[in-house]
Nanobody, 124 residues
Framework: QVQLVESGGGLVQAGDSLRLSCAAS????????MGWFRQAPGKEREFVAA????????NYADSVKGRFTISRDNAENTVDLQMNSLEPEDTAVYLC?????????????????WGQGTQVTVSS
């Protein structure tokens, strides 16, 4: 089992920045690719970003590319999501996820472990 706890959400204005963090405990952190998804009310869970086990490979949803950056610290067992130039459309609950393969998919069903999420609200 891997336990994931997100933090850093909040209410910001359009154009602001926010940094989310996810702390992992349980099994060996660097055995897992890590990712962030988001879910807005009435919508499906949406892929945001993912990072490979050692951090050498990242990928992003087109909607956040160039604005968001995912990073991980395997010594601290954390994965962060730096979000810049936030837009009202980024409003959602953001969830951290872990994938035991090193080829993380953009489909939520393939991920193994999930955090509870942290709310991000961007006002216009």
């Amino acid at each position: 089992q891997v336990q994931l706890v997100e933090s850093g959400g909040g209410l910001v204005q359009a154009g602001d920045s926010l940094r989310l963090s996810c702390a992992a405990s349980g099994r060996t952190f660097n055995n897992y690719a890590m990712g962030w998804f988001r879910q807005a009310p009435g919508k499906e869970r949406e892929f945001v970003a993912a990072i490979s086990r050692i951090g050498g490979k990242t990928n992003y949803a087109d909607s956040v590319k160039g604005r968001f950056t995912i990073s991980r610290d395997n010594a601290e067992n954390t994965v962060d999501l730096q979000m810049n130039s936030l837009e009202p459309e980024d409003t959602a609950v953001y969830l951290c996820a872990a994938d035991s393969t090193n080829e993380p998919k953009r489909v939520a069903a393939f991920w193994d472990y999930w955090g509870q999420g942290t709310q991000v609200t961007v006002s216009s």
